[in-house]
């Protein structure tokens, strides 16, 4: 990995931290290629300390100076919250929910209220707010007007990160600020891994400032591009949901709606009345104990159907077969087991109100174990085609994690989660890993040179090649060798 990469690899994983470069390279061309990636300074080596204590100094005071006057901007705003009842959000938010039905009034609609959205592509950014996560103790903000200043605030802070995109943010309902990003032809024609890494980047971004200004946990769901006004709807109902995996993943703050496409397929994140609280539970929780204790709470409320003998079965009947339903669609993941437990087969009625409510928590204790079982290999399949197509082209000296995503087919953000949720190490950590194994191979049972070893493991510099060595090993390479 070089400087560029290394710097592009700090930006997708914090994209607020400042970056000053410090290289040998005098070319404008590099220079150039570093502030356009994101860089704030470029210096040229040598540094003098006073020149690198004044840049840093100079970083550090621009960022305190831009959460100063954060908190400043928001304060002068005297906890006014007009525009929460504004024309302007509650027209959009008739929009986005479906209210108004007949698409060719929307532009104008717009009109009316002073709004242009020409787009003519269109996607949706959804924010949610944790107003029971705020602070550095995590306490909860109950006053009314608190939560509306930092909606307020939070507004302000998207509308700054996305200046340079042509996008509208409003107020959504409740705890929630909606953006519709615009795309005209050109960006749509864009290549479309590049356009998946900018719109994480986006999020991370909107993430990382607004914890950072605001200390409140958030979390940010985006929607697929779609063409014309009329998918609005659409697209804002598939970013709430993208937002609902968060139960799932808990320490995950950004979700696209297309990471999670397959698993919709056969597993649609559509949380339903209490009668379905227990598949919301299957569906967005890892461990198998956190099942069995819905499942028990759940039976407990449902509890009077089972205290006589001659009670119906009807509604526990009903939910055994909505939950049924689910593992039909799930069926291509989770085996032939579904085959033994159709609720018919399954309840051999006629049954008592107690073997009713027995046989019940079997049912659903089972049938949460396929769901956990098939979530859980799915992930691990994605995880092993990344190992394998690492494998097979670490030998690559320009081999990205974007490479490995694109294999697939998700997002290098989303990637980098899974891979470490399940590895326990980071794809590029796993990549090193690859690259130390092999060599050390080379350099016991071969005569090449190191420089051969370093150009077939992928690496452009033997010396380069050669610190990342002793890094992994404590020993350098001649050292191995003898």
Known sequence: MNGIELMESILSEKPDIPVVVISAHDEFEYAQKCIRLGARDYLIKPVLLPQ???????????????????????????????????????????????????????????????????????????????WDRVGFGGGAIQSLRDRNLLKYATVNIIEETLADWNAVTFYGQGNQIVTILQYNESDYTQNRAENVSKLNLIGKTLVSNIQG???????????????????????????????????????????????????????????????????????????????????????????????????????????????????????????????????????????????????????????????????????MAIIQQSIAYIRGNFRNKGLKIQDVADHVHLSPNYLSYLFKQITDQTVWEFVTKIRMEESRQLLMNTNKKRYEIADEVGYESPEHFSRVFKRYYGESPNTVRG
């Open 52 to 130: 690198l204590i004044q840049v840093v100094g100079r970083e550090l005071s621009e960022r305190h100076g831009k959460y100063k006057r954060l908190l400043e901007d928001s304060l002068k705003h005297k906890f006014s919250m007009t525009g929460m009842s504004s024309l302007r959000s509650h027209i959009l938010n008739e929009i986005i929910t479906g209210s108004v039905e007949n698409s060719d009034d929307y532009l104008f609609i717009f009109e009316q209220i002073g709004l242009k959205l020409e787009g003519p592509y269109y996607l949706m950014l959804v924010v949610e707010l944790f």
């Open 213 to 379: 200004y605001l200390h409140m946990e958030v979390v940010v769901g985006i929607s697929l591009l779609r063409l014309g006004l009329q998918t609005l709807p659409e697209s804002y109902r598939e970013a709430v949901n993208a937002i609902k995996w968060h139960a799932l993943y808990e320490d995950h703050n950004v979700f696209y709606a297309e990471d999670f496409s397959l698993k919709e397929a056969v597993v649609r994140v559509n949380w339903q009345e209490a009668t379905n609280q227990f598949i919301e539970c299957v569906k967005t929780r890892r461990k198998l104990e956190d099942v069995k204790e819905l499942v028990s709470r759940f039976i407990s409320d449902i509890s009077p159907i089972f205290e006589s003998d001659d009670s119906t079965a009807g509604i526990p009947l009903s939910i055994a077969y909505r939950v049924y339903a689910t593992l039909l669609e799930m069926k291509e993941t989770v085996g032939d087991g579904y085959k033994l437990l159709d609720p018919i087969m399954f309840f051999q009625f006629p049954l008592t109100g107690i073997e009713i409510k027995k046989r019940f928590a079997e049912f659903l204790l089972d049938t949460a174990g396929l769901i956990h079982t098939s979530m859980t290999d799915h992930d």
